[in-house]
């Protein structure tokens, strides 16, 4: 048989080479092309240009943290191409939905690979961060655009708990956290369960509010979701900021000059305004320049260059951030980054999510963030305390900062400034605008069935002096502790030719430098001032 074979091929040697030089060419040919083809499909430029739904997306990737991450990456996976051929194949549904307008804006996501199959094949889970100092730049809507900074310190944590870590931020990842959602965003979670991943025991909380029962979570239990990195950067890589962000950022870096009256707040009048296309909002923001020239006349006429600069910088933010035709902006896709705008955290820390037994999903700032402190004109520069000390039992307690407004008394001083308690003028501790200014409106502080659910105040027997309503002999407050040898201490930096605050108080004549400890403590405390 082999014989006849190579008698058969020497006879007709020519025909065979010809063919198999053929199918060799049109192999090679196939399999560049298909590599090409796969190739192209698989580049950024072809997932965010050749479909008319994508610019959104497009357009606020590459102003992300991933711009240099490919889309696949995300979408597909980094896997092998056997596995990821048959997953691309079933997305040409997406072509066939963009070509038949099989669609609803605004658009969102349906289904996406798993954080652990996509975010962890970069960022380990298991990596422990330290705490990083944050420093939040906002204006205010007056005529000088003020300038305040809130500066808190961010415990990213995470780590793994076998080592003494998995604490912070990332502790979510060390440890299994299910919740249900009753919306396709996820905005609404009435129900979570945590499971200890060593002895497997399981804490289940319910929303106070909510009419979720343990027999409607039984019900649904394939409907529960493992929490994972997305369930917080969400828009990590498409974001859509929101105006007030946007602008703040725009005067932080100069983009938008704060010299010019009123313009912050004209900024984020226009980026939240509806407009039915990027013409009509550019045609908005060109009306600032006849405004400035009306109102302004004599600074319009030293400062053009800078008025046009920013009305060119308010029309770029609203066509990067804002898409009318497809319905697209930061109201309609929210980022669970955070607390104010959006839910975010407060979608389970919201105070309000009890168990059982009694636990509640702490709503504390300093879970995940020390106490924001604000400085700004006119106040003093903030301290943060890293690693709180003595921190009384009450503090602990899951439910500390639904009770604290209701049960102040005199040992509070004992570790905060106290001045104006409740206030937002940044005075003391107490009077936190970071705090007291915002309205927040996903925390459940004033949750009927929170109320209900709290014990009640106690009531202040004889004995416990509350502390009056501070008057103006009262220090505001003490910028920072004080070493034990506290009067060296103040000399080196509050001496008249020192650095400042140096307060009328503290005139020479009227408060002699040496008297330093006589109202000023170890801690800040406030005390008044003698006579």
């Known amino acids: 048989m082999i014989r006849e074979l190579f008698i058969w091929l020497r006879q007709r040697w020519k025909g065979v080479f010809v063919v198999t030089l053929i199918l060799m060419v049109s192999g ?52 092998s191409v056997l596995r990821a051929i048959p997953r691309k194949a079933m997305e040409i549904r997406h072509v066939v939905y963009a070509l038949t307008q099989d ?68 502790w979510h990842i060390e440890n299994q956290v299910w919740y249900l959602a009753t919306d396709k965003l996820r905005q609404e979670i009435p129900y979570v369960r945590q499971v200890d991943p060593e002895s497997g025991e399981m804490v289940e909380y319910f929303d106070l509010e909510s009419d979720i029962t343990p027999e409607y979570v039984a019900q649904h239990e394939d409907q529960l979701r493992l929490m994972d990195c997305i369930d917080c950067h ?27 009256p009123f313009i912050r707040a004209w900024a984020v009048s226009i980026l939240k305004d509806q407009f039915e296309s990027h013409e009509e909002a550019a045609a908005k923001a060109e009306s600032l320049d006849a405004w400035y020239q009306r109102n302004y006349p004599e600074f319009y006429q030293e400062n053009q260059a800078l008025i046009r600069e920013a009305i060119e910088e308010i029309k770029q933010l609203y066509q990067e951030s804002i898409f009318p035709e497809m319905e697209v902006g930061w109201a309609t896709h929210p980022d669970n980054l955070g607390h104010k705008e959006f839910p975010g955290c407060f979608r389970c820390h919201d105070g309000k999510h009890t168990s059982p037994q009694g636990q509640t999903i702490r709503l504390e700032c300093n879970i995940c963030h020390t106490i924001p402190r604000v400085t700004g004109p006119g106040l003093p520069s903030p301290v943060l305390v890293l690693e709180p000390k003595n921190e009384p039992e009450s503090h602990k ?21 106290t001045y104006n308690r409740g206030g937002a003028d940044d005075s003391s501790f107490c009077a936190n605008s970071a705090c007291h200014g915002v309205q927040w409106k996903w925390a459940g502080l004033d949750a009927p069935g929170l109320r209900a659910y709290l014990p009640p105040p106690p009531e202040q027997g004889e004995g416990v002096e509350l502390e009056p309503e501070a008057p103006p002999s009262f220090v505001p407050r003490i910028p920072h502790p004080l070493s034990e040898d506290r009067i060296g201490q103040c000399l080196t930096c509050h001496g008249p030719d020192g650095l400042k605050p140096y307060t009328p108080f503290h005139e020479e004549e009227q408060f002699p430098l040496e008297a330093c400890t006589e109202c000023h403590e170890m801690a800040p405390v406030l005390h008044e001032i003698p006579d």
């Open 103 to 170: 669609y609803e804006v605004p658009i969102y996501v349906r289904s996406l690979r798993p954080a652990r199959e996509t975010c962890e094949k970069c960022h380990n889970p298991d990596k422990f961060s330290y705490d990083t100092v944050k420093t939040i730049r906002r204006f205010e809507n007056d005529m000088e655009n003020t300038e305040k900074r809130i500066i808190l310190s961010m415990k990213t944590g995470g780590g793994s708990k076998r080592e003494g870590l998995g604490k912070g931020i990332h």
């Open 397 to 417: 307690d899951s439910n500390w900062l639904a009770r604290h407004r209701d049960e102040f008394d005199q040992t509070c001083v004992g570790c905060h400034s």
């Open 28 to 79: 090679a040919a196939v399999f560049t092309a298909g590599v090409t083809v796969w190739e192209y499909t698989n580049s950024t430029a072809f997932c965010g240009t050749t479909c008319h739904t994508m610019p959104p997306e497009y357009v606020a990737y590459q102003q992300s943290p991933h711009a240099r991450v490919p889309c696949v990456d995300c979408h597909l996976g980094q896997e």
């Open 234 to 260: 969400n828009r990590v890589s498409h974001q859509f900021k929101h105006p007030e962000r946007l602008v703040d950022e725009a005067l932080a870096k100069g983009l938008i000059d704060r010299r010019i």
